[in-house]
């Protein structure tokens, strides 16, 4: 049990904490247990449910929703706060609120709708072991990296604060399905796509989350719901210094949220690729030896 315990807490600070940076946190995980492994540990998360990493979606959900309150929430909260059903009182700025409402509601349903697509393949693909080997994982981690460089030189052009457009908005639910490929940053991918697309920085930034979220949301219920009320249920897991470790994860997940939102903003979110050498060559030293 006790290793199942560090297992645990591997997860929950490598999962939570790195999903906000571009870095591909589930790769991580894998680089982490490799290289405690080599130090004669073995903190398995093996004897966890399998759709723990699903469940860890919940403080990702929590600091999504309070990092991005402002632009999700308030225009939310004056639709449906004003909303009537006489037509003809609805002013300019209101149907124009609710147009870009229903746009971004049809761009998320588009982007879920394909990624789910992959979900099931690459599901049933891992029945193979065909997604399975470090070869793939290095090849997502390279591809990240070169991604993430490629902001130096999408960043020194103009920017001309291009929005959404259903073409673009395919192109991204294509990129985020590919993503579940090990190795492949979804925060990175998407949001380098997306730039390279024209999208300005905070519309790529928002969207690379909001088109993200609802999948998360659902993963996250279906595990709730395995976790406390399937055949077998985990609720002995959940110890005080567990909850307390999930706290700590929470809001260093927020600030570094916080942290890749400014470098973003400031056009240095391609700093991460220099850090993104690191676990790169780590892994390449795990294969060669």
Not at 27 to 36: M, Q, R
């Amino acid at each position: 049990m006790r290793t199942v315990i560090r297992g645990l807490y591997l997860m929950i600070f490598c999962q939570v904490v790195l999903e906000s940076f571009p870095i591909s946190s589930s790769g991580h995980l894998v680089l982490l247990e490799k290289i405690l492994q080599s130090f004669g540990t073995t903190p398995t998360v093996a004897d966890l449910p399998p759709f723990f990493d699903h469940f860890l979606h919940g403080p990702t959900i929590l600091v999504l929703l309070i990092f991005f309150r402002k632009e999700w929430f308030a225009p939310l909260g004056f639709l449906f706060k004003n909303f009537t059903f006489d037509f003809s009182n609805w002013s300019d700025r209101y149907k124009k609120l609710w147009g870009v409402f229903l746009k971004i509601t049809f761009f998320v349903f588009v982007t879920s709708f394909i990624t789910v697509i992959f979900y099931f393949l690459f599901g049933y693909l891992k029945k193979f072991a065909l997604l399975q080997s470090e070869g793939l994982m290095l090849f997502g981690f390279f591809l990240t990296t070169i991604l993430l460089f490629s902001l130096y030189f999408k960043d020194k052009k103009d920017d001309r604060n291009g929005d959404l457009t259903l073409t673009k908005v395919i192109i991204l639910g294509l990129v985020q399905g590919v993503s579940f490929l090990p190795g492949i940053s979804r925060f990175g991918s998407t949001y380098v796509v997306a730039r390279w697309l024209g999208v300005s920085v905070k519309r790529s930034f928002q969207f690379t989350f909001l088109m993200q979220f609802p999948l998360i949301v659902a993963a996250f219920f279906d595990a709730s719901s395995k976790m406390f009320f399937g055949e077998k249920t985990f609720i002995n897991l959940f110890s005080l210094k567990v909850c307390v470790a999930f706290l700590i994860a929470t809001v260093l997940a927020y600030f570094a949220l916080y942290v890749s939102y400014s470098l973003a903003i400031r056009r240095k979110l391609w700093y991460l690729g220099f850090y993104m050498l690191l676990p790169l060559s780590l892994l390449i030293y795990f294969i060669v030896f």
